[in-house]
């Protein structure tokens, strides 16, 4: 029988949650890159749908987030956001998810600064950009 008969304290309880420093695979992160990619070619040729014009958004979305966190320029985001309302105004009105070329210039730059910004900024500084645009997209 053990000579210390205090009965033990009760451990606080902590949230586990895989560290930041475990990331997802380099083909985890070039998927990330090349899915919008995908859409906005479905969104050109005419078969996109709502969910590409969510894909697409979102992608801006965290890209221009990750973006002004790390003080750094963008309006080339900025741009492409603006293209992706256009869109979405054009579908109200004709039904259909239809790019002009300005607006498929526009998305196509947004997304490649998109890349360049994920592969800029820290893996922190990136979740805390994704956690962002989550928490404040489904509003």
Known sequence: MPS??????????RKLTIPIVFRQSAEV??????????ELLKMRSGVGDEGSWNMITCRLNIGITACKQSGKECS?????????INVWRRYENTGKFGLSGEDLRDIGD????????????????????????YKHAAR
Do not use: C, S, W
């Open 4 to 13: 210390n008969k205090k009965p033990r304290k009760p451990q606080a309880k």
């Open 110 to 133: 947004g997304l490649v600064a998109t890349d360049e910004i994920q592969l800029a900024v820290t893996r922190r500084k990136f979740n805390d950009a994704v956690q962002y645009v």
């Open 29 to 38: 992160d070039t998927e990330l890159q090349l899915v919008p990619h995908t």
């Open 76 to 84: 080339v985001i900025d741009r492409g956001l603006d293209a992706m």
